[in-house]
């Protein structure tokens, strides 16, 4: 699957209808503010990508970034219907038919400039996160899969719970290395004083490939 960039005549349209306003019920936020500047973020109902809020693994890559499957909404509401449980699709498609049926009849026009360059900026930024996940990963077998469609609040848990997986296997190195010494002063009282079989030596042997000092050394440490 390909992320699509928004076409500037989807982006357009989508100002065109939204009276310059977030589309979310009661806001008065506004999408453009008085320096000409786009403050505002244009949203897909139905993600564009695996993982991402509502997706919709039905559709295909050209209709997710279709004009029907946008709504423009102020940052604070996007945050909130991030919420899948209470912001079903049907509730954001019908949310942008009566903000466009409200604020359509006076057509919003955006000036060309800011919407090349919001457009410009899309496309940019897609291509960037696309570039530095596939191609400047510093060890790209230990990439971590990254949606970007996913909102600040998003990515932030995701981080977290990162961070609980990395103190996890240090924690798990810790105590790998504590019991280290105690497993070789073993093995080696065994095997001098006869008691191990070919078997169990072999096997004490295999074993020890699971200390995290060899599999440091030979850098497997994205098996654990």
């Given at each position: 699957?390909?992320?699509?960039?928004?076409?500037?005549?989807?982006?357009?349209?989508?100002f065109?209808?939204?009276?310059?306003?977030?589309?979310?019920?009661?806001?008065?936020?506004?999408?453009?503010?008085?320096?000409?500047?786009?403050?505002?973020?244009?949203?897909?109902?139905?993600?564009?990508?695996?993982?991402?809020?509502?997706?919709?693994?039905?559709?295909?890559?050209?209709?997710?970034?279709?004009?029907?499957?946008?709504?423009?909404?102020?940052?604070?509401?996007?945050?909130?219907?991030?919420?899948?449980?209470e912001?079903?699709?049907?509730?954001?498609?019908?949310?942008?038919?009566?903000?466009?049926?409200?604020?359509?009849?006076?057509?919003?026009?955006?000036?060309?400039?800011?919407?090349?360059?919001?457009?410009?900026?899309?496309?940019?930024?897609?291509?960037?996160?696309?570039?530095?996940?596939?191609?400047?990963?510093?060890?790209?077998d230990?990439?971590?899969?990254?949606?970007?469609?996913?909102?600040?609040?998003?990515?932030?848990?995701?981080?977290y719970?990162?961070?609980?997986k990395?103190?996890?296997?240090?924690?798990?190195?810790?105590?790998?290395?504590?019991?280290?010494?105690?497993?070789?002063?073993?093995?080696?009282?065994?095997?001098?004083?006869?008691?191990?079989?070919?078997?169990?030596?072999?096997?004490r042997?295999?074993?020890?490939?699971?200390?995290?000092?060899?599999?440091?050394?030979?850098?497997?440490?994205?098996?654990?």
């Amino acid at each position: 699957m390909t992320r699509k960039f928004i076409r500037q005549e989807t982006i357009r349209a989508l100002f065109a209808r939204s009276g310059n306003h977030c589309a979310f019920p009661g806001c008065t936020a506004t999408l453009i503010n008085e320096k000409n500047q786009f403050i505002g973020q244009i949203c897909h109902i139905e993600a564009a990508e695996p993982g991402g809020e509502r997706y919709n693994d039905q559709q295909t890559d050209e209709h997710r970034r279709q004009y029907e499957n946008l709504i423009l909404l102020c940052y604070p509401h996007h945050i909130e219907t991030n919420d899948v449980t209470e912001y079903q699709a049907t509730r954001l498609f019908q949310m942008k038919a009566a903000h466009e049926s409200s604020h359509g009849q006076k057509i919003f026009k955006i000036d060309e400039s800011l919407l090349f360059k919001i457009a410009s900026e899309m496309e940019a930024y897609w291509k960037s996160i696309d570039e530095a996940h596939r191609m400047r990963h510093a060890v790209a077998d230990l990439a971590i899969p990254i949606d970007a469609d996913s909102s600040y609040i998003q990515l932030a848990e995701a981080s977290y719970a990162l961070l609980d997986k990395l103190r996890e296997f240090r924690e798990m190195l810790c105590q790998s290395d504590e019991k280290l010494v105690d497993w070789v002063r073993d093995f080696l009282q065994k095997v001098t004083s006869g008691e191990l079989t070919d078997d169990e030596y072999d096997r004490r042997l295999h074993a020890f490939s699971g200390n995290n000092w060899e599999v440091l050394n030979l850098g497997k440490l994205r098996t654990y």
